[in-house]
């Protein structure tokens, strides 16, 4: 594993992928994700590209309380500027944007990941494992240290 950075490098995001975590939470997170994947398009399948943004926070608080029911543990939620994960109040922080990945990121913190390299790990391995056409989509931004779609 890497060095541990707030922003992990291109390179090392290419090295952590390399592997699949691991971790009970990795798996915990995956099962989530399959389970919320079944029921977010068990009527019809519909794009995320072309969900609404209110379609798409919805569909978020569903993959969180999933989350939260399956480990037990209350998970407060809300929209705000940017994505993040305050764990002495439990909650997640919403973006403007809703992102599958950075919902993942902050949940694997949620489940007591600290470090952001084990947290970037679990929520890229996942979404490359479950939405590999959209991840193959994806590109690195070197501003921000983040995949962003092409």
């Not at 995001?13 to 099962?31: G, Q």
């Not at 919403?94 to 913190?109: D, K, V, Y």
Request: proline share 4%; hydrophobic share 35%.
């Amino acid at each position: 594993m890497p060095a541990l950075t707030k922003h992990p490098s291109k390179e090392a995001v290419e090295e952590i992928l390399s592997t699949t975590p691991t971790s009970k939470e990795y798996f915990l997170l995956r099962d989530a994700v399959l389970e919320w994947k079944l029921e977010l398009f068990k009527d019809h399948y519909k794009s995320w590209r072309l969900k609404t943004h209110n379609e798409k926070m919805t569909g978020l608080f569903m993959l969180c309380d999933i989350v939260s029911h399956s480990c037990g543990k209350h998970l407060n939620m809300y929209e705000g500027s940017k994505y993040a994960y305050f764990p002495t109040h439990g909650e997640i922080m919403f973006g403007q944007n809703p992102s599958i990945i950075s919902t993942l990121h902050e949940l694997a913190h949620f489940l007591g990941i600290q470090s952001e390299i084990q947290a970037v790990h679990i929520s890229l391995s996942i979404f490359k494992e479950l939405y590999p056409k959209s991840f193959e989509k994806l590109e690195f931004d070197k501003n921000t240290h983040i995949l962003k779609s092409k």
